[in-house]
């Protein structure tokens, strides 16, 4: 069994930051990729934004929305991945979550898991 723990959300002001963490557990084998998704009010599950990705080669990737003021990063033992979230709008306001492609030790093939998610509210 695979677990995605994420945190780190908040309520700041225009032009704060935050940083969220999310830290993979259980019976993993390899993670391949880990990234963040974001699902703003009033949008359904199916319209979750890709936020940022990461590889376990460190290769990242952004939405345009979002480049030049936040940054992904895995910690030294390659289960967490962090966001910083700097220059907030009101717009980042959503619910964030962690998002992982994993290799579990029980099932075979890849499969991907979800955080429970984190709210991030930005106040004008």
């Known amino acids: 069994q695979v677990q995605l723990v994420d945190s780190g959300g908040g309520l700041v002001q225009a032009g704060g930051s935050l940083r969220l963490s999310c830290a993979a557990s259980?019976?993993?084998?390899?993670?391949?990729?880990m990234g963040w998704y974001r699902q703003a009010p009033g949008k359904q599950r199916e319209q979750r934004e890709l936020?940022?990705?990461?590889?376990?080669?460190?290769?990242?990737n952004y939405a345009d929305s979002v480049k030049g003021r936040f940054t992904i990063s895995r910690g030294n033992a390659k289960n967490t991945v962090y966001l910083q979230m700097n220059s907030l709008k009101p717009e980042d306001t959503a619910v964030y979550y962690c998002?992982?492609?994993?290799?579990?030790?029980?099932?075979?093939?890849?499969?991907?898991?979800w955080g429970q998610g984190t709210q991030v509210t930005i106040s004008s």
């Open positions: 998002a992982a492609q994993i290799n579990s030790l029980r099932v075979p093939g890849t499969m991907n898991y």
């Open positions: 259980g019976s993993i084998f390899r993670i391949n990729v």
């Open positions: 936020v940022a990705t990461i590889t376990n080669g460190d290769s990242t």
